[in-house]
T-cell receptor, first 113, second 113 residues
Framework: DARVTQTPRHKVTEMGQEVTMRCQPI?????VFWYRQTMMQGLELLAY????????DSGMPKDRFSAEMPDATLATLKIQPSEPRDSAVYFC???????????FGPGTRLTVL | KQEVTQIPAALSVPEGENLVLNCSFT??????LQWFRQDPGKGLTSLLLIQSSQREQTSGRLNASLDKSSGRSTLYIAASQPGDSATYLCAVGGQGGSEKLVFGKGTKLTVNP
């Protein structure tokens, strides 16, 4: 049963702490996306990778956010230092090679106090 | 800049009714359009993917149509059931050869028993 997995599912932290979210894309997918969902803004693309290379991170606050793909089975999104306005649900998605149909993980619900 | 609008924002119907959800987009140069379902506190589930060369796709009681020239898509749900209650999101992708998806804010559907 191929699916995108994300850890942790929930994270509560204090302002100023580092947060790392992890994603395992579906095996064989060549694109990986990080999205953030809030009530006010809806779903926003933060960054995406094709064949592990970062293609677009224009949606990320560069001073505090970073996204990497150390290998084909792991994508990470880090926030350092975290701020209360970063509280949101962060989704990872991977896309298949042929049709670019995107499949989403269950998300990480982040609360920054 | 691509903008995606979904109307209505919320819809409540009695069980058994056929219904249509609407999605419009401003830039018709898309590669594909994807409909998702999101249950409260959960990730997004892909329902249907329509390539730009296609007019419609069907899966069970769901039928999605695409009219690229007018910038519109509809999701038709036949014989609605309480289990169909969820938020339905439309997303368009492929501008400029990019795999990025631009999402609408969604339609929250409630099917009453």
């Amino acid at each position: 049963d191929a699916r995108v997995t994300q850890t942790p599912r929930h994270k509560v932290t204090e302002m100023g702490q580092e947060v790392t979210m992890r994603c395992q894309p579906i095996l064989g997918h060549n694109t990986v996306f990080w999205y953030r969902q809030t009530m006010m803004q809806g779903l926003e693309l933060l960054a995406y990778f094709r064949n592990r290379a970062p293609l677009d991170d224009s949606g990320m606050p560069k001073d505090r956010f970073s996204a990497e793909m150390p290998d084909a089975t792991l994508a990470t999104l880090k926030i350092q230092p975290s701020e209360p306005r970063d509280s949101a649900v962060y989704f990872c998605a991977s896309g298949d090679r042929v049709y670019n149909e995107q499949f989403f993980g269950p998300g990480t619900r982040l609360t920054v106090l | 800049k691509q903008e995606v609008t979904q109307i209505p924002a919320a819809l409540s119907v009695p069980e058994g009714e056929n219904l249509v959800l609407n999605c419009s987009f401003t830039d018709s140069a898309i590669y594909n359009l994807q409909w998702f379902r999101q249950d409260p506190g959960k990730g997004l589930t892909s329902l249907l993917l329509i390539q730009s060369s296609q007019r419609e796709q069907t899966s069970g009681r769901l039928n999605a149509s695409l009219d690229k020239s007018s910038g519109r898509s509809t999701l038709y749900i036949a014989a609605s059931q309480p289990g169909d209650s969820a938020t339905y999101l439309c997303a368009v992708g492929g501008q400029g050869g990019s795999e990025k998806l631009v999402f609408g804010k969604g339609t929250k559907l409630t099917v009453n028993p």
